[in-house]
T-cell receptor
Framework: SQQGEEDPQALSIQEGENATMNCSYK?????LQWYRQNSGRGLVHLIL?????REKHSGRLRVTLDTSKKSSSLLITASRAADTASYFC??????????????FGQGTILTVHP | DTGVSQNPRHKITKRGQNVTFRCDPI?????LYWYRQTLGQGPEFLTY????????KSRLLSDRFSAERPKGSFSTLEIQRTEQGDSAMYLC??????????????FGPGTRLTVT
């Protein structure tokens, strides 16, 4: 079953605008990761945020994590047509012996119009 | 190219046939994961290895599925007596995982299986 749920399911914006995607999850986590997937391709790792971190930046990406609300957001600033892809959040559950195993959400399909 | 590679990239098979997929991880990575992704969904965990040891199998992995990682290098995923419901993208990922830290996974391009 999918732990993470992304919102919105689809997002359509113009080039230059910002895109915000949200992810909610159910259990305690060790870390949360965001991945991008271009149509029919493998996943590309974007950013990892640990459970004791609240915000992280990487280039045009900004990720926030609120463990009290069990939610995360991914902000892409100054979007480009090349950012068109599906974006997935994935959680690494805390506790147990199976650390490192990721549980993915259903993804947000982002379309950036030139 | 030193990334994760998967072969074949596409496989079309008839129901009831057996298929085998191969994954070559990044060479120094000790962890190898298999995921399955159906259209419009996120990847779902199937199984993972730490070196040559298979540490966990998902309940999604029926008895028809078997995975190996001999010598802790490449891995194979075999599906016996394929069913139409097995049609999906099978993704492999690897990571260098040292203890209980947080590590990113590097994904291969996937093998798309179509069962007719």
């Amino acid at each position: 079953s999918q732990q993470g749920e992304e919102d919105p399911q689809a997002l359509s914006i113009q080039e230059g605008e910002n895109a915000t995607m949200n992810c909610s999850y159910k259990t305690s986590i060790n870390n949360l990761q965001w991945y991008r997937q271009n149509s029919g391709r493998g996943l590309v790792h974007l950013i990892l945020i640990r459970s004791n971190e609240r915000e992280k930046h990487s280039g045009r990406l900004r990720v926030t994590l609120d463990t009290s609300k069990k939610s995360s957001s991914l902000l892409i600033t100054a979007s480009r047509a090349a950012d068109t892809a599906s974006y997935f959040c994935a959680t690494d559950a805390a506790g147990g012996t199976s650390y490192g195993k990721l549980t993915f959400g259903q993804g947000t399909i982002l379309t950036v119009h030139p | 190219d030193t990334g994760v590679s998967q072969n074949p990239r596409h496989k079309i098979t008839k129901r009831g046939q057996n298929v085998t997929f191969r994954c070559d991880p990044i060479s120094e990575h000790n962890r190898l994961y298999w995921y399955r992704q159906t259209l419009g969904q996120g990847p779902e965990f199937l199984t993972y290895f730490q070196n040559e040891a298979q540490l966990e199998k998902s309940r999604l992995l029926s008895d028809r599925f078997s995975a190996e990682r001999p010598k802790g290098s490449f891995s194979t995923l075999e599906i016996q007596r394929t069913e139409q419901g097995d049609s999906a993208m099978y993704l492999c990922a690897s990571s260098l995982t040292l203890g209980r830290g947080s590590y990113e996974q590097y994904f291969g391009p996937g093998t798309r299986l179509t069962v007719t």
